[in-house]
């Protein structure tokens, strides 16, 4: 919209790049042009303001199908006014010229042309198009329809219209044809999803079942090694106690022997000692039967006096004295008498 200003009873107008101003004063056109500004009298001024910008208009419809299915089209159209006079000399797009506003809409007119003719052009391609190819190819058959629908239609040329580009959103059946559709698809990624499943589980199954085969394995390797300690621990045991008794018996062997030897040793130390002390007592006797008594008597009384306890003092009475004195001279043999 144009920016209007007062200035003693003059109008100011000042446009914006992408709008095209008509002026036309007393029937003749003064002012025409984009982005003008200019100043006029609002009593005899006649202005237009045309949009020369690219412009979008989305719309939304419903159609039936080929197989009798209602479908909504959702599609944006991009448009722009190719010849803004004549766009004005066929669409209401005069203003105010106090305040700048249109005093028709212009634009909404065009949008009802636009729609129309590309729902025109959509409904008969979707009329002979099943559900499901609508679905799946509809969006591209649907929007070259409507470009070359738009291309070959008489009254936009005529009006100063050009379409620029067309673009099919999406088309989309009611909610509850719509779920119908998705279950086939559904219960098939649910099969895939299942199938996943109960193969993940077999996986695990036979995992499970490989390391119970694994453990029993290792606990009967476990229960065979332990058999085979067992075992040679027996083993190891009977040779031990086997070469420990030998070894007892060879120790007691020879304890015997050393014994044997000692005895036998002793005995005939015994022997040579009983001999020797026979000889040594068969000498000494032999040697007192040959002594004299009276050697005999002296060794026996020197004998007595070295086992004797040792006397200090000894009392002779005369009887005594004369007595012994008589029998040491019969011993001497009268010899002693004489001396």
């Not at 709008?19 to 006649?46: E, K, P, T």
């Not at 199954?205 to 694994?214: F, P, Q």
């Not at 005939?268 to 000889?279: D, P, V």
């Not at 060794?299 to 086992?307: C, I, P, V």
Request: a negative charge.
């Amino acid at each position: 919209m144009a920016d209007i200003t007062r200035r003693f009873g003059w109008r100011h107008l000042r446009s914006a790049p992408t709008a095209h101003i008509r002026h036309h004063r007393r029937g003749r056109l003064v002012h025409d042009g984009r982005g003008l500004s200019f100043w006029y009298r609002s009593l005899s001024a006649a202005l237009s303001e045309v949009p020369v910008e690219d412009l979008e208009l989305a719309m939304a419809f419903h159609a039936r199908t080929g197989d009798f299915q209602d479908v909504t089209v959702q599609a944006t159209v991009t448009y722009r006014i190719s010849d803004p006079a004549l766009a004005a000399e066929r669409l209401d797009f005069s203003v105010d010229p106090d305040n700048g506003s249109w005093r028709g809409a212009p634009l909404e007119q065009i949008a009802t042309l636009l729609t129309e003719t590309a729902q025109q052009h959509a409904l008969d391609v979707l009329a002979r198009t099943p559900l499901a190819a609508a679905l799946v190819d509809g969006v591209a058959s649907v929007r070259q329809r409507v470009v070359t629908g738009l291309a070959a239609e008489p009254r936009l040329p005529d009006t100063g219209l050009e379409v620029v580009a067309v673009r099919v959103v999406a088309i989309r059946p009611e909610a509850e044809v719509e779920r119908a559709l998705r279950t086939p698809a559904r219960e098939q990624i649910q099969q895939e999803a299942d199938r996943a499943t109960y193969e993940r589980r077999a996986v695990a199954v036979e995992r499970e079942r490989a390391i119970a085969e694994n453990e029993l394995a290792s606990q009967i390797e476990l229960a065979r090694r332990e058999e085979q300690l067992v075992d040679q621990r027996g083993t190891n045991t009977r040779r031990e106690a086997e070469e420990k008794a030998a070894a007892d018996g060879v120790r007691t062997e020879a304890e015997a022997a050393r014994k044997v030897a000692l005895a036998r040793a002793e005995a005939a130390a015994a022997r040579e000692t009983g001999a020797a002390r026979a000889e040594a007592q068969a000498a000494w006797l032999r040697v007192h039967g040959e002594a004299d008594p009276a050697t005999l008597h002296a060794m026996a009384a020197t004998r007595l006096a070295e086992n004797l306890p040792r006397i200090e003092s000894i009392t002779l009475t005369p009887d005594v004295l004369t007595g012994l004195l008589t029998r040491l001279g019969r011993t001497d043999g009268g010899g002693g008498a004489e001396a």
